[in-house]
């Protein structure tokens, strides 16, 4: 079975410049993740898609970010434009259950991240 | 809203002890709780899952729950090297139709010494 695919791995731009990540979950699975993970931190949801459908993004800052899930399958986060503070790791996590589906061993499956340094 | 504390650490070990990590959370209705494993530059990878009170054992791993304390924590017995990683507590809600997010704890990061 593939996993969730993330490109690029790494990525280094300089503050107000825009930047693109992108992510495929693995087949069949309807809830997507976007998640910011900052140096010796927790990693903290940015977005939530269930197949096409935005579920969450209250913590997304909207005024620089934005992310889409054309189809209901593979996903791009953008940021626009970047700033110091978005240095971080951006982690995709794919999920077969969907929100209101009570499954209380629910695993995350993630990508491998995309470093992105902002200078 | 909803938060998970860890100790950041780190919580360094002589190799064989027992290494423990401790996680509480605030939501009172969350169901069910996550214990991730994530290497230096690496992700996420799920080690246990535990939704009762009580302990649940995997190999080396003890995942202990007590919902009355908010308190969920991590036993590793017989600790190696190769266990030296942060360790992320995560809690998911209550399911609704507006997310069942996974809430995640700062991490702990534990050192085992050879």
């Known amino acids: 079975e593939a996993g969730v695919a993330q490109s690029p791995r790494y990525k280094i731009i300089e503050k107000r410049q825009s930047v693109a990540f992108w992510c495929n979950p693995i087949?069949?699975?309807?809830?997507l993740y976007w998640y910011q993970q900052i140096l010796g931190q927790g990693p903290k949801l940015l977005i939530q898609?269930?197949?096409?459908?935005?579920?969450?993004d209250s913590q997304l800052p909207k005024d620089r970010f934005s992310a889409e899930r054309l189809k209901g399958v593979d996903s791009t986060l953008k940021i626009q434009p970047a700033k110091l503070e978005d240095s971080a790791v951006y982690l995709c996590?794919?999920?077969?259950?969907?929100?209101?589906?009570?499954?209380?061993?629910?695993?995350?499956?993630f990508g491998s991240g995309t470093q992105l340094s902002v200078l | 809203q909803k938060e998970v504390e860890q100790n950041s650490g780190p919580l360094s070990v002589p190799e064989g002890a027992i290494a423990s990590l401790n996680c509480t959370y605030s939501?009172?209705?969350?169901?069910?709780f996550f214990w991730y494993r994530q290497y230096s530059g690496k992700s996420p990878e799920l080690i246990m899952f535990?939704?009762?009170?009580g302990d649940k054992e995997d190999g080396r791993f003890t995942a202990q729950l007590n919902k009355a304390s908010q308190y969920v924590s991590l036993l590793i017995r017989d600790s190696q090297p190769s266990d030296s990683a942060t360790y992320l507590c995560?809690?998911?809600?209550?399911?609704?139709?507006?997310?069942?997010?996974?809430?995640f704890g700062p991490g702990t990061r534990l050192s085992v010494l050879p």
């Open positions: 898609f269930q197949n096409n459908g935005v579920v969450d």
């Open positions: 535990i939704y009762s009170n």
């Open positions: 996590a794919s999920s077969p259950i969907v929100p209101g589906q009570l499954a209380t061993n629910e695993k995350l499956f």
């Open positions: 087949s069949g699975h309807a809830t």
């Open positions: 939501d009172r209705g969350s169901q069910s």
């Open positions: 995560a809690v998911k809600g209550r399911p609704s139709n507006y997310g069942q997010n996974f809430v």
